[in-house]
């Protein structure tokens, strides 16, 4: 079981939607991630918030907007997404976002699909 | 951009065996870990080792590191189709977490 939970399982969306995809972690972890990963590919950095402040942003195209309302929310804002944006989105977290960060507690993610 | 890369890709072995999996990691770190992450689900943390450690153990899993050769190998001994997953290694570089491409082990019956 885990400690950070990502909602929804399953997500479908045309290219004209928007919506969200959330994380939540009750483990008063500082540091929150977002990470894409395509079958049989190793996840994929896209934003680490560090402290509620993104300090990380791996050139993730703008249709991608993360949010992070408070210590334990983490919100990916999906817009104008494209077919090839369809993959496995995992939340992560830690217990702070320095350079020696530790283990990364993992959510189940959020399968998106694209049409 | 992968930071560690791992070999196998694959790897099948008969349940009861050992299963080895090494990756190897280009840039200086301060530690390296090794993730496990069943079909289609998130990744679980095995095990954490520091750049000033050589050996660690946790149970079943046996991680080396050698970073004068920039790499680590993940042993899993006495194998069970439990075990049958795809396993990460991790490096941290400049405050992120960077997954190698993984190894996809399967344990036959």
Known sequence: DTEVTQTPKHL???MTNKKSLKCEQ?????????????????????????YEKLSINESVPSRFSPECPNSS????????????????????????????????FFGEGSRLTVL | SQQGEE???????????NATMNCSYKTSINNLQWY????????VHLILIRSNERE??????RVTLDT??????LLITASRAADT???FCATDRDDKIIFGKGTRLHILP
């Open chain 2, 36 to 43: 496990r992450q069943n079909s289609g689900r998130g990744l």
């Open chain 2, 85 to 87: 997953a795809s396993y």
């Open chain 1, 26 to 50: 009750h483990m008063g972890h500082r540091a929150m991630y977002w990470y894409k990963q395509k079958a049989k590919k190793p996840p994929e950095l896209m934003f680490v918030y560090s």
């Open chain 2, 68 to 73: 004068s050769k920039k790499s680590s190998s």
């Open chain 2, 56 to 61: 660690k153990h946790s149970g079943r899993l």
């Open chain 2, 7 to 17: 070999d196998p890709q694959a790897l099948s072995i008969q349940e009861g065996e």
């Open chain 1, 73 to 104: 929310l983490l919100n990916l804002h999906l817009h104008a997404l494209q077919p090839e944006d369809s993959a496995l989105y995992l939340c992560a977290s830690s217990r702070d976002g320095t350079a020696d960060t530790g283990e990364l």
């Open chain 1, 12 to 14: 479908v969306m045309g």
